[in-house]
């Protein structure tokens, strides 16, 4: 169905497109959104496959221990270097240095996100991007329709496999 490569070029992909990323890191920072899992919802609604409230709560179960465990974590520590316990001289290469942690356990989460998405038996979809609606909705995130409409353009463009 899909697969962890397939599923981490997608969401490069969609995440670049203009707009996105700022977004969702919002939605992270402001409503404890998983980026993972809301890239994941954006490739299932571009797919037209639909997750109940009760599937996405599972394939959310799935990576809770990785993300309080070590995405988060790392994510903090990234975000100290920039405090004046680092001097200037060595925050770029520290800071990428803890970025590329932070991605492999990115990777990581999608991982387990597509082993957990494998047992599970999707419907088809038929509204239009209800999956990170319905994530949006349980995390209770107030979004505009430009927001929306901003990571619908960017999983429209997606070309999946």
């Not at 316990?85 to 989460?109: G, I, P, Y």
Request: net charge negative; hydrophobic share 40%; aromatic share 6%.
């Amino acid at each position: 169905m899909l697969s962890t490569v397939q599923f981490w070029q997608a969401s490069v992909s969609i995440y670049s497109h203009t707009g996105v990323q700022s977004l969702m890191l919002h939605w992270q920072d402001s409503y404890n959104v998983n980026v993972n899992l809301c890239l994941l919802m954006c490739v299932l609604d571009k797919k037209k496959l639909k997750v109940s409230t009760d599937q996405l709560q599972t394939l959310e179960d799935a990576i809770q221990a990785i993300h309080q465990e070590l995405t988060g974590p790392q994510r903090a520590i990234r975000r100290a270097v920039n405090t004046s316990l680092v001097d200037r001289m060595h925050q770029t290469s520290l800071k990428q240095q803890c970025l590329n942690l932070e991605l492999a356990f990115e990777k990581l989460e999608q991982h387990a996100l597509v082993a957990r998405l494998q047992s599970i038996h999707l419907q088809p979809s038929e509204a239009p991007f209800e999956n990170l609606h319905l994530y949006l909705d349980m995390k209770n995130v107030t979004t505009t329709e430009e927001e929306r409409q901003t990571v619908t353009e960017a999983t429209i463009e997606i070309s999946l496999f």
